[in-house]
């Protein structure tokens, strides 16, 4: 994760991470061990949203052939 990026679907940034309570680093350690202990990982976890940049040196969007 790069520092000043925008929140992801979670609304979480580096920074939550960086200024965070020492104890939530040990959650999400517990929770990753349990997780890769079970073999279990929610739906949600990796959930990402794409959002498409449209480049403008793409020419004609009209034309079929590109």
């Not at 994760?1 to 200024?19: F, P, T």
């Not at 040990?26 to 997780?35: F, S, T």
Request: net charge neutral.
């Amino acid at each position: 994760m790069k520092s000043g990026q925008a929140a992801r679907v979670d609304n979480i940034v580096k920074e939550h991470l960086i200024h965070s309570h020492p104890a939530l680093i040990v959650h999400l350690k517990l929770m990753l061990n349990i997780m890769s202990v079970h073999g279990f990982v929610s739906d949600g976890f990796g959930m990402r949203i794409i959002v498409p940049i449209v480049k403008d040196n793409m020419g004609d969007i009209t034309d079929v052939n590109n």
